[in-house]
């Protein structure tokens, strides 16, 4: 399923991540998808904090590695996004945790 990297109810810009993991690996496939509170527009996208692209679709499948962020104007920007392509990753589910949680890591190469 799609997890936010945001809160549940806030009323922000979230950035979703499939699979529904932190930090996203390239070697995935990750699909990133922008969601506002608000009606879809125009999408802007952000590339290692430097406007890369803009469009209609609110989500894509990465194909480079980087930090990736997206601007609705219904609620702004999303938090920062790193995609790696590390050899060696520890990843968490994307997610909010609250203290007291049970965690699933996983160890990835």
Do not use: M
Request: aromatic fraction near 10%; include cysteine.
């Amino acid at each position: 399923g799609w997890c936010p990297l945001s809160p549940t109810g806030a009323q922000t810009t979230q950035l979703l991540l499939e699979p529904p993991w932190t930090p996203a690996v390239l070697w995935d496939s990750v699909t990133l998808t922008c969601q506002g509170s608000g009606t879809p527009g125009v999408t802007i996208w952000y590339k290692d904090e430097r406007h890369w692209r803009q469009k209609k679709g609110d989500s894509f499948v990465v194909t480079n590695k980087g930090t990736y962020q997206c601007y609705r104007s219904d609620t702004g920007f999303s938090p920062l996004v790193p995609v790696l392509y590390d050899r060696l990753v520890l990843q968490v589910p994307a997610r909010a945790l609250l203290e007291g949680d049970t965690v699933t890591l996983r160890c990835r190469g």
